[in-house]
């Protein structure tokens, strides 16, 4: 079974640029979720999403960021524009059953480091 | 927002040492997940714990969860460099039904 796929994984932009982010869940998941991993620090949750509906977007600073799932399948996340206290790792998870009412096992995928100079 | 403090926050040991890592909070969590990270990955979980007072074990990995569901420990019994990594823990809310992470004890186990 193929995990959960991320591009690109590495990305290096220079402040107030933007930067997109894609992440691909695994088949038939229907709850996605972004986070943002600081050095140093764990993943913090930024939005989750239920098919194509956010669940959850309480902590996504939303006057730069947005993340879309239109088709309730792959989704991606941008920053626009960039500050040098994005640079963080963005990981995408995904679970088989809603998020909320239990805590089902995440997958995640490996992750898109981004370095904003 | 509901916090989960790790300790210690860096551990070095030699091959073939016992530890323990610690993950506490003042707040209760309906279940409590324990994940591995290894540099440029992200995030596998290792465990969820569920019941207070339960305990899980995985090979040489013993997962406790407090009595009142407020913190977990991980005891590693003869460490192998293979158990290198971020140890990460993460609470559900019981209200909410929200995850929340713990910043992790990053473990080094030198051969």
């Known amino acids: 079974e193929a995990g959960v796929a991320q591009s690109p994984r590495y990305k290096i932009i220079e402040k107030r640029q933007s930067v997109a982010f894609w992440c691909n869940p695994i088949?038939?998941?229907?709850?996605l979720y972004w986070y943002q991993q600081i050095l140093g620090q764990g993943p913090k949750l930024l939005i989750q999403?239920?098919?194509?509906?956010?669940?959850?977007d309480s902590q996504l600073p939303k006057d730069r960021f947005s993340a879309e799932r239109l088709k309730g399948v792959d989704s991606t996340l941008k920053i626009q524009p960039a500050k040098l206290e994005d640079s963080a790792v963005y990981l995408c998870?995904?679970?088989?059953?809603?998020?909320?009412?239990?805590?089902?096992?995440?997958?995640f995928g490996p992750g898109t480091r981004l370095l904003v100079l | 927002t509901q916090l989960l403090e790790q300790s210690p926050q860096f551990l070095s040991i030699q091959e073939g040492e016992n530890l323990t890592v610690y993950c506490n909070s003042s707040?209760?969590?309906?279940?409590l997940q324990w994940y591995r990270q290894e540099p440029g990955e992200g995030p596998v979980l290792l465990v969820t714990?569920?019941?207070?007072?339960e305990v899980k074990k995985l090979k040489r990995l013993t997962f406790q969860f407090g009595d009142a569901r407020k913190d977990s420990s991980l005891h590693i019994t003869a460490a192998q460099p293979g158990d290198t990594g971020l140890y990460l823990c993460?609470?559900?809310?019981?209200?909410?039904?929200?995850?929340?992470f713990g910043d992790g004890t990053t473990l080094t186990v030198k051969p």
């Open positions: 998870a995904s679970t088989l059953g809603a998020g909320q009412g239990g805590l089902k096992t995440q997958y």
């Open positions: 088949s038939g998941h229907a709850t």
């Open positions: 999403f239920q098919n194509n509906g956010v669940v959850d």
């Open positions: 707040s209760v969590f309906s279940s």
């Open positions: 714990v569920v019941t207070g007072g």
């Open positions: 993460a609470g559900e809310s019981p209200e909410a039904g929200k995850s929340t």
